[in-house]
């Protein structure tokens, strides 16, 4: 399609290139597409966001959550990558929030696995076993601790996702 600049059909062909980005993002979002390639998605998400005409809130909305929705399945190592590339796209209040919750609950439920699994496994006398539950609940806080970094970087440089960060931290003091 061509942009030309300075023709009469200008702004019409501008707003014929929004509609079919809006329409790849919507597409792109109701693919069922396995968890693994999350991080490509994201960055091609990212390429629409940024390569043309700013996606709308609503659409960074919607692509936020299709990639929250991956989270839950990804291996621990896979989440830090992932989510330096959604950051990118939480530039609105409402997005990195949505981030924010869907980590914290896939943190405590991973966590929550390994501690029950390490109960069980600590009845058993078998060092191998209870070395690769210590090597999962090591994975996973070593993931989370890369998660913090990126975070704490983007705060940093003032990136939107700072409100959510210290809303999160107060209601965390609260408690």
Avoid at 59 to 85: F, G, M, S
Avoid at 103 to 129: D, G, I, M, Q, T
Wanted: with cysteine; charged share 20%; glycine share 8%.
């Amino acid at each position: 399609m061509y942009l030309g600049g300075g023709g009469i059909g200008e702004k019409n062909n501008l707003s014929t290139f929004s509609v079919v980005i809006i329409r790849m993002l919507s597409f792109l979002c109701a693919l069922d597409w396995p968890p693994v390639h999350a991080a490509a998605f994201c960055a091609l998400f990212r390429e629409l966001d940024e390569g043309g005409p700013r996606l709308s809130p609503a659409e960074r909305a919607c692509a936020v959550t299709r990639l929250c929705a991956a989270l839950r399945h990804l291996e621990p190592q896979e989440l830090p990558p992932l989510v330096h590339q959604m950051l990118g796209l939480c530039r609105d209040p409402g997005a990195a929030g949505t981030m924010l919750r869907e980590l914290a609950n896939c943190f405590v439920e991973r966590l929550a696995k390994s501690s029950s699994s390490a109960e069980e496994e600590e009845s058993l006398e078998s060092a191998e076993l209870i070395g690769e539950v210590g090597e999962g609940r090591r994975c996973i806080l070593q993931a989370e601790g890369t998660i913090m970094v990126h975070l704490m970087h983007a705060v940093r440089i003032a990136h939107p996702v700072h409100k959510d960060v210290v809303k999160w931290l107060r209601c965390a003091c609260i408690f």
